[in-house]
């Protein structure tokens, strides 16, 4: 049962929740809180949450946890909305800075979030922007499970072929696995076809999303990405940050690139191998409810 935040109280005695939801260029979150009240969702308990048509809709999520240590603020918890656990997701990160703002759960503008592969910080822009740090990125990590075919120490590319159809991308970890792939026309990629087979191939054992990149010029980049256990979506932060390091590793890109998605862009910036990935962008609440448990 969903309500809005100004339902009444359920006549049944049911246990509710509040949360509220936000989006990232169209990349769209239900946001949790998790620190003062304990409770487990169910992963078919969360794919019905994420159901666009009877559930509140969602592309991933995220349930903000207490941290474990000092030096953390937060702990960052995310879901699929098929169930399934996410490592890592940019857009997702800076909408969490938001709702715990929001919530009055802190009142720091610059945060440091325990995800489940690692630590990134998150800085609130005096213009209301989010900056992420999201950390170093690698081409072969645990991170990035990847069974590899045909890696030269001379190249970074591998190839996977779907349908008699061979596809070349280069790996990259960004807390979460990615194969980003270049294409001369992003609008034309055949991320619907396939999108889905790629991201579950076996040569990915953990599955991965997959990047469908136009290098327009050194500064400019267009981007479409189908997401492991939620489709493509309107945007993907942490995969426009695997597209900038796949462009830089090749040459093809600089420091500083603009990427655009289908639901608007963002600024990352990366100096190279061995520094962390700077991601900038915009937030939106979108409403907020509560729901039975």
């Given amino acids: 049962m969903l309500k809005t935040a100004h339902s009444p109280p359920s006549p049944f005695g049911m246990t509710t929740l509040p949360f509220r939801k936000y989006h990232g260029l169209g990349n769209d979150f239900m946001v949790l809180d998790r620190t003062s009240k304990h409770f487990v969702l169910p992963s078919e308990r969360i794919k019905a949450l ?10 991933q999520l995220l349930i903000v946890d207490p941290p474990d240590t ?29 709702f715990v703002l929001d919530n009055g759960l802190t009142v720091k503008r610059f945060l440091r979030l325990q995800t489940s592969t690692g630590v990134i910080s998150a800085a609130l822009q005096d213009s209301g922007l989010v900056e992420i740090d999201m950390g170093v990125p690698a081409h072969y990590s645990p991170d990035l499970p990847f069974q590899e075919q045909n890696h030269e120490p001379t190249t970074l590319l591998q ?11 280069l790996p990259v970890s960004m807390g979460n696995p990615h194969a980003v792939i270049e294409v001369d026309d992003v609008s034309k990629a055949p991320v619907e076809r396939f999108g889905h087979q790629l991201a579950t191939h076996s040569l ?22 189908f997401e492991r256990g939620a489709g493509e979506t309107r945007a993907c932060g942490s995969g426009a940050c695997a597209a900038v390091v796949a462009g830089i590793a090749q040459g093809k890109l600089s420091a500083k690139v603009k990427v655009s998605l289908p639901g608007g862009k963002l600024r990352i910036v990366w100096n190279g191998p ?20």
Avoid: W
Wanted: charged content about 20%.
């Fill in 50 to 59: 994420g159901d666009r048509h009877t559930g509140v809709g969602f592309d």
């Fill in 70 to 98: 000092p030096d953390i603020d937060f702990t960052y918890t995310i879901y699929n909305s098929d169930g399934s656990r996410a490592e890592q997701c940019g857009n997702g990160a800076r909408c969490f800075v938001r």
């Fill in 159 to 169: 190839s996977v072929t779907v349908e008699d159809q061979e596809f070349q991308f």
């Fill in 204 to 225: 990915f054992p953990a599955g991965v999303n997959v990047g469908f990149c136009q290098y327009v010029d050194r500064g400019f980049v267009r981007l479409r990405v």
């Fill in 274 to 293: 061995g520094q962390t990935v700077k991601m900038l962008g915009p937030t939106a609440t979108v409403f907020r409810g509560e729901f039975s448990l």
